[in-house]
Every structure is written in structure tokens, then in C-alpha cells.
């Protein structure tokens, strides 16, 4: 996933050298600029824009609170091991088997993996006026894979219910066919060497069921929150991102 940091480093790059040129004294590590950290991205709507599917108040401590937390464990875990700072997450993934201290790659496990999948939730969700279709193609796929669009949901709704504890429910595309997985905790399904193989894969939709997703609204009514979720899926990011596979 793009972090947008080039801009920003490169306004700060500008404003250190116009400092620089300006005579005033710079201490070194301040012009040896370490690289940018992750931060949180913005929601890409309102928070109460999936009302009444998913609640405002949810959906200000699910992104302000714990994606946020996630961003912050993150970078400290970073600073542990400067050879993985400043690299896209997916390499970061990559990377974590090779780190030698648990509790490093631990962290970066859980806190990596909930920065990825939480900034790709909220990008795949909509606004219900605004959740449109799966593409023609994608459709196709859905039903070639799953028999009907019923069917998938059907699938889908089944992962998701019977993940136990929390985690996440996926449709992927793997070696050109779509399928559909869950990972426990903040796994996903680019975590090759952590996840089994059979849940590795490109995902194209991902269903938060931790309780902290839905328990506000929805208390252990797990259920309802999943079926809730179908009015507002992005379905024209999905499609996008089946169309670049
Ligand atoms: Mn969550």
C-alpha cells in the first residue's frame, strides 16, 4: 500500500534547506533526516456516513482509538529494527520471520498487520448510496468461483460468523481464482511465512470481526453486523482492484 510521505518529506527537505541557507546552525541528525514514520490515514468518509449500518461512535474509537494504536506499535516496533524502517508493509511483512527478537516480530506482526488492514477496511467500505456493484467481470468471477452472488454471501457470512475470537474474513485471488479465508488476530493474507499457505492471496474485501467493530452497536449479535456490512461495501474499489490483478 502507498503511504503518502514523498510530499511531505520532500516540504520538509525544503523547509531544512532554506533553514541551512539561512545560517542557522543545524544540529547533524536533524539534516540526516530518518524516514518518514507510518501515520494514521484520514477515513475516507464521515464517521457517521454507514449509519445506521455501522454507528458513528464505532467507527470514531474503531479508526481514532484502535487503528490508531496500531500505527503507534507500529513505528516503536520499528525503531527496533532500522533495516525494515521506512519500507512499504508488504515488505515489511516479508521481512518479519528473519527478525530475531519475538517480541519484535511479534509487534510488527499484530501492529503491522492492523495498520495494512485496517487503512484497507476502510478504503473497501462505502457509504450505501455510494456501495454500487461488483464490476461485470468481477461478478463473473464471483459466480464462476461460488455458483451465485447468494452463494458467496453465503460463504462469505459462514468464514465470517465461525471465526473464533478475532479476526478477519477475506476473498482473495489466488493463483487466478478467487476464494474466500479468515486469518486470527491481525493476520492477513499477504503474510507469507506466518499464515498457512492456504490463506495466502491478494485480497479484494476484508470483514473486521473483532468485537471492537461492532459490540457498541450490535453487543454479541456478531451476525447482524456481517449482514449489515453487505449495504456498505465499496464495491467499485473492489472491482478496481480485481481489474489490476
Ligand atoms: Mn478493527
Do not use: C
Amino acid at each position: 500500500m502507498d503511504m503518502p510521505h514523498t510530499r511531505s518529506n520532500r516540504r520538509q527537505f525544503v523547509k531544512l534547506s532554506a533553514l541551512a541557507a539561512g545560517a542557522v546552525m543545524l544540529p547533524s541528525r536533524a539534516m540526516a533526516q530518518a524516514p518518514a514514520a507510518f501515520s494514521l490515514p484520514a477515513l475516507p468518509f464521515a464517521f457517521n456516513a454507514l449509519e445506521p449500518h455501522i454507528d458513528a461512535r464505532t467507527m470514531e474509537i474503531h479508526h481514532g482509538k484502535h487503528h490508531a494504536a496500531y500505527v503507534a506499535g507500529l513505528n516503536a516496533a520499528l525503531e527496533k529494527v532500522p533495516e525494515l524502517k521506512g519500507k512499504p508493509l508488504e515488505e515489511i511483512f516479508a521481512g518479519i520471520a528473519a527478525v530475531s527478537d519475538e517480541s519484535v516480530r511479534t509487534a510488527l506482526r499484530n501492529h503491522g498487520g492492523g495498520h495494512w488492514n485496517h487503512t484497507f477496511f476502510w478504503n473497501t467500505l462505502a457509504p450505501t448510496e455510494k456501495s454500487g456493484a461488483p464490476s461485470p467481470k468481477l461478478l463473473k468471477a464471483i459466480e464462476a468461483s461460488f455458483g451465485s452472488m447468494d452463494d458467496f454471501k453465503k460463504a462469505f457470512n459462514e468464514t465470517a460468523t465461525k471465526r473464533f475470537g478475532s479476526g478477519w474474513a477475506w476473498l482473495i485471488s489466488a493463483n487466478g481464482k478467487l476464494r474466500i479465508t479468515s486469518t486470527a488476530n491481525q493476520d492477513n493474507p499477504l503474510m507469507k511465512g506466518i499464515v498457512p499457505d492456504a490463506d495466502l492471496g491478494t485480497p479484494l474485501l476484508g470483514l473486521d470481526v473483532w468485537e471492537h467493530a461492532y459490540y457498541l452497536h450490535y453487543q454479541n449479535r456478531r451476525a447482524d453486523y456481517i449482514n449489515a456490512w453487505w449495504g456498505v461495501i465499496n464495491w467499485g474499489e473492489v472491482s478496481r482492484k480485481f481489474a489490476a490483478l
